[in-house]
């Protein structure tokens, strides 16, 4: 179906058609079913325009969520259901040593041992709030296709499978027993051709040919526990259909999911919606789901809004997050980046969604002490709400429903940050600029990353009731703080100050001079991360036209040692090459000789610089690292085993001639030998 996303549109008449169809299908479990139906909005993008952005939304700035499914079970991290099925893949070799042969056992099994047996979610919930969490955000389902609720259309879900539990309903308590604002995700658009993978079978080995359970049927149920509970399991795979190529996008799959899929998604996210009246709902897609093989998204957001309507006094009070969305798409919905942001002030609010670790629980993460810690993410949230912008962010839960240690730990420190600083967070709006300083961090989708290069020099402004607060995202030496932007020259952005405390300190003594506000600063610190400056003074929250901010260098800054570490986050990259994130962020599909990675870095010193390239790679390769042309080195890379087994290359040596910013670029050194690798990041430090 060749329609595109951008300009397809739905009838009134066709919304009508649909809610007969919904409505000849079983009993909608919630209060007057066809009011909520009812109401002003249509699906259509004309109509979903009305929407606004409710303020409880813009206010709360920060949310926490549990991202938390059966593929916590194996503690093997994201994608679980769908790797367990590919030979050669850690999780397939993972399943098979744990719990034996896909064709044997397959996530039917993991569905039927998720227990929860250990949570305890009000005492969690407790530590969500004091995290700082204004909004609390529950896993309906995954790709891998089981409802975490009490599901009418889906019969594989958690009252019925695993943990006997409705999962949402309790969060949903909890979380409004506990004054927090309540979400959902949903995820299962994608499973039709995310299970493909379940329809095949080993190529090699003693299993070769055996089929994978993805087809199996209530034909193959005799004697099964799963045909004891009356179980089918087409309605959890959803494979009765030929493989169409494996395509994450439906307009590239060559077999798209058919209408009763499609219709069946519909049914299941409006009983979502209708059961526990969320005030967020998170759509895992681009733009929204299903689009272009069916309408359902738009029809899903039409019976969103005016079951809002209906239920809360006249008002759209919801939010609806999904991404890539389009100029006519953002006026209808709240845009999301997964695990990136925006570069500027957005007219118009927007929401970032990452998680501190892989988005389901990975054991390795705790043992290995990998996760985002709270100095990263409190200057990502500091960052993002300077830009208009909220935080969600996912906590990984354990199969039985408790945390580890380091992430109790996290969330403590987060708790003891907003603690002293919530004050520049909570109901504020962004200034005239999101900031100043040297360090330029990256922004769009999947673009996180380079928090740790921020320097005292760097602020971010948010404000509030004629309040500017002024963010340092680090302390300085000297003892100083110079916001530059609030200079006193004619070309500064305010008047006068009048007053500038330190939160969690107090005031503190200043001046306004021609460098800008100079803010000296008491010995104790008051906390552990980003110090917010509360300044008060004339004209600091008008709406003038704003000047230029002072300029600044865009380009990676040294260490002491004169050393550069240029990461992946910050890496601009061209081709077919993809910025991944996870266990070890890296920059990857460079399948083509062609696909350049590019980075602009400030030398210090000339002189030569030992470079070392981390990286993985399944058969020896090369790259050459090239300084704007003017000195070039080259690395082998060996083969690493795998492509999660990275390693670190050196041996060459780049040499710079004078100090200055150059444009550094890893390419293929011969493209007719070139063989794929990743590439996790380069570091180059002085001899």
Not at 134 to 139: E, P, T
């Amino acid at each position: 179906m060749a329609i595109s996303r951008r300009k397809f549109m739905i009838k009134s008449a066709a919304a009508a058609a649909a809610v007969t169809l919904f409505e000849a299908g079983k009993t909608f479990r919630a209060t007057a079913a066809t009011d909520l139906r009812s109401g002003p909005v249509e699906p259509s993008w004309d109509s979903l325009a009305q929407y606004e952005c409710p303020e409880w939304f813009r206010d709360a700035k920060f949310g926490l969520w549990a991202h938390w499914s059966a593929q916590c079970v194996p503690e093997q991290g994201d994608w679980y259901a769908k790797q367990m099925y590919i030979q050669g893949n850690r999780d397939y070799e993972f399943h098979c040593a744990n719990y034996g042969h896909p064709s044997k056992v397959g996530f039917k099994e993991i569905d039927h041992m998720w227990k929860a047996e250990n949570w305890d979610p009000a005492s969690m919930m407790e530590m969500y709030k004091a995290a700082g969490a204004k909004y609390f955000v529950a896993l309906a389902n995954h790709h891998d296709n089981l409802d975490c609720y009490d599901s009418i259309y889906q019969p594989w879900n958690t009252t019925k499978v695993g943990p006997m539990k409705d999962i949402v309903g309790t969060w949903a308590k909890e979380a409004r027993k506990a004054g927090l604002r309540f979400g959902v995700t949903v995820h299962a658009s994608h499973t039709w051709n995310w299970f493909e993978v379940a329809q095949g079978s080993d190529a090699t080995g003693p299993l070769a040919g055996v089929p994978y359970d993805g087809k199996l049927t209530t034909a193959d149920s005799a004697g099964t526990w799963w045909g004891g509970l009356g179980l089918d399991p087409q309605d959890l795979y959803a494979q009765n259909h030929p493989v169409g190529g494996g395509a994450w996008e439906f307009e590239k799959s060559t077999c798209p999911p058919s209408k009763e899929y499609c219709e069946k998604f519909y049914n299941r996210t409006i009983d979502l919606i209708d059961k526990y009246d969320p005030d967020l709902l998170y759509f895992d897609d681009s733009g929204l789901p299903l689009h272009p093989v069916s309408d359902v998204g738009l029809r899903i957001a039409a019976h969103y809004y005016n079951a809002s309507i209906n239920r809360r006094k006249g008002k759209i009070d919801v939010v609806l997050n999904t991404k890539d969305l389009s100029d006519q798409e953002r006026k209808c919905m709240v845009l999301d980046f997964e695990r990136g942001k925006s570069e500027t002030i957005e007219a118009s609010p927007w929401q970032t969604d990452t998680c501190i670790g892989e988005w389901h629980y990975r054991r390795s993460l705790y043992t290995d002490h990998k996760y985002k810690k709270p100095e990263q993410v409190v200057k990502m949230l500091v960052d993002i709400v300077s830009k208009n912008g909220n935080l969600l962010l996912n906590i990984p839960v354990r199969g039985d429903g408790t945390w580890d240690p380091d992430e109790i730990a996290f969330l403590q420190g987060m708790a003891a940050w907003m603690k002293v600083n919530s004050e520049a967070i909570y109901s504020t709006r962004p200034w005239k600029i999101p900031g100043e300083g040297p360090i330029k961090l990256k922004s769009g989708g999947f673009s996180e990353g380079g928090e740790d290069r921020l320097t005292s020099k760097d602020f971010r402004f948010t404000t509030k009731n004629g309040v500017l607060y002024a963010t340092a995202m680090d302390w300085p030496d000297d003892g100083k703080l110079v916001v530059r932007t609030l200079s006193g020259q004619s070309n500064g952005i305010v008047g006068n100050v009048s007053s500038v405390e330190l939160l969690g300190h107090g005031a503190i003594p200043f001046k306004q001079t021609d460098k800008g506000l100079e803010a000296d600063l008491p010995e104790v610190r008051p906390c552990d991360i980003a110090y917010v400056l509360k300044i008060k003074g004339v004209d600091l929250t008008a709406s003038n036209p704003v000047p230029p901010a002072p300029s600044a260098p865009t380009a990676i800054e040294p260490s002491a040692d004169g050393s550069l570490n240029l990461t992946p986050a910050e890496a601009t990259i061209s081709g077919a090459l993809k910025l991944q994130t996870g266990v070890v962020p890296n920059i990857g599909y460079w399948n083509t000789p062609t696909d350049t990675i590019t980075w602009n870095a400030h030398f210090a010193t000339a002189g030569a610089y030992d470079f070392a390239i981390k990286a993985s790679a399944l058969k020896q390769s090369s790259v050459t690292l090239d300084a704007g042309g003017t000195a070039t080195g080259v690395q082998q890379i060996l083969a690493t085993g795998s492509w999660d087994a990275y390693q670190s290359f050196s041996g060459a040596v780049l040499t710079i001639s004078a100090p200055g910013d150059y444009t550094i670029t890893v390419k293929a050194t011969d493209s007719t030998s070139f063989q794929p690798v990743n590439i996790a990041g380069v570091v180059l430090t002085p001899k």
